[in-house]
């Protein structure tokens, strides 16, 4: 089998095993150009300038009505998320933490809290241990949102991370997954019920129990400080915190595994490890190709034409992410991605994913890590995770070959 057939085969598996109706889903995106009504899920767009319309219109879009996830959120957390999430209030959140998400601040974080941790998984490697990719970087993500929401996980002083607290990170990577799912299955229907707010309550005020120490104390410089500043409550700030666990972790995690899969899958990895210095381009590739967030929602809030269609308000638009991505073809460290999908992967407009830097770095670190080892690597055991709102490896194991 061809390298890149391979591939895709593995890609389309691990989509299946998340929900067996996304491969279906996102080949009906091919299908849906530039935007397609389909009886039972909404409008669906396929298109990248299509959905790049529609993400930066904000006077006819947004993310909080009912069918898009912002709306589970709004009943789990209460109403200010409305503001929070698409009004002025939104608007401040972006202005006062923008300075925190810069690419020198998000390598420095990812140093500071996972360093440790990625070389002693070099190590490990090197020693000849087989190594579960997917399992290292549900810790490493865990690591990075702790440090960014001042957890005391594990330590009493956060300059001091360990490299051996891998269970208490996987724990908050499992919180976040707990809330993650009650998500799923608001994406396909238009009513969230009652017993789906109460368990997404319980899980945010066990994910949140540690919010309110930091949110008293932490410096200006961090984020739950600059909450406090803008004047935040402690519930809208753990409100928050909850959902910087759910938009971080499982996202970033599902593209560190699957990229050390497609660089292996498609024989790209000698080609990296020729030259190091390309590891941006593998780490555009893995998140073009992987997608993590493969279908974005909008509800459409005023009467509006898009591409010939006329839109009603309180209708739901689907646009297909991934299928927009992998139009261009399988994972190529020579691909220059076309600049109407650059970088639709993590979103367009005001929403537009406020961690990319960190998730990149959080990559890079990772394919980093993976090259200091010196040798290529083979995969020795994978398996998808099943019914995961994000696609994603439950199991890679890799071992020096
Ligand atoms: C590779 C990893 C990641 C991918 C692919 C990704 C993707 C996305 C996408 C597509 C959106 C927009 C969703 C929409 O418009 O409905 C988004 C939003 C967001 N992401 Fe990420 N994300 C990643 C990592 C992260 C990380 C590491 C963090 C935090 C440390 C983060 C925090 C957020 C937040 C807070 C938002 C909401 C922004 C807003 O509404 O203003 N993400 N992400």
Redo the contacts with the bound molecule.
Sequence with gaps: MRAVDLARRHETRLLAASRPAFPALLTLGRIARPIRRIPGLGWVVGDPATMRRI?TDRGHFT?VGEGV?GHLWARVLGDWVYDM?DGAG?HAL?KTTRDLFTEDRAAALVSRAAGPRLRRFTADLVAGATVDVADLARVV?GR??AD?LGLPIGRSDRSRARPDDDPAYRGIFDTGTALAALAAGTTTSARVPERTVVAGRTVVARMTSEVAAGWRDAPDDTLLGRCRELGLGLRETEGLAA??VV??TQ??AS?MARTVALLHDTGQQGRLRADPGRVADAVREG?RVT???PV???SVTADVVIAGRRLRAGQRVLML?HTANNAYGGFDLDRVSPADTRPL????????????P???A??SALLTALLAAGRPWRIAGRRYGSRTLIPAYDRLRIVLA
């Design positions: 993400l993310i996830v999430f939104h972006r993500v990075i949102v960014l959902l910087l938009a971080g996202t970033t593209a998140l997608t993590p967030v974005i929602g909008r992410t992967w993590f979103g367009a407009g005001n929403h537009f994913c406020l961690g990319a960190v998730g990149r959080e990559l």
